[in-house]
């Protein structure tokens, strides 16, 4: 089992940025892929983007250029680097955990959200 903790939203003017932090817990070396979503009111829950165990990245078309996906191994700490925010960025933001653990089992473990406001 994989707990995540989501921390740093906030409210930031369109064109500011904002960094946030998935911290997890438990059987995190089971971890293969670290991933964020997001949801806005009203629409679907959508991939932001996701790093695997090795430090590669990949980011949906949207994000691309703005957003950045860092981990730090030590701390088992996912980040979110937001930059030139805009107010079509406001949703709930989500951080997801695949595990694949051998016999055809995977666990998909997910935060709380934290919110992330972009408005002036």
């Known amino acids: 089992q994989v707990q995540l903790v989501e921390s740093g939203g906030g409210l930031v003017q369109p064109g500011g940025s904002l960094r946030l932090s998935c911290a997890a817990s438990?059987?995190?070396?089971?971890?293969?892929?670290m991933n964020w979503y997001r949801q806005a009111p009203g629409k679907e829950r959508e991939l932001v983007g996701g790093?695997?165990?090795?430090?590669?990245?990949n980011y949906a078309d949207s994000m691309k250029g703005r957003f950045t996906i860092s981990r730090d191994n030590v701390k088992n700490t996912v980040y979110l680097q937001m930059n030139s925010l805009k107010p079509e960025d406001t949703a709930v933001y989500y951080c997801?955990?695949?595990?694949?653990?051998?016999?055809?089992?995977?666990?998909?473990?997910w935060g709380q959200g934290t919110q992330v406001t972009v408005s002036s």
């Open positions: 438990g059987s995190v070396s089971s971890i293969n892929v």
């Open positions: 790093i695997t165990r090795a430090g590669s990245t």
């Open positions: 997801n955990a695949v595990s694949d653990i051998g016999f055809g089992t995977i666990y998909n473990n």
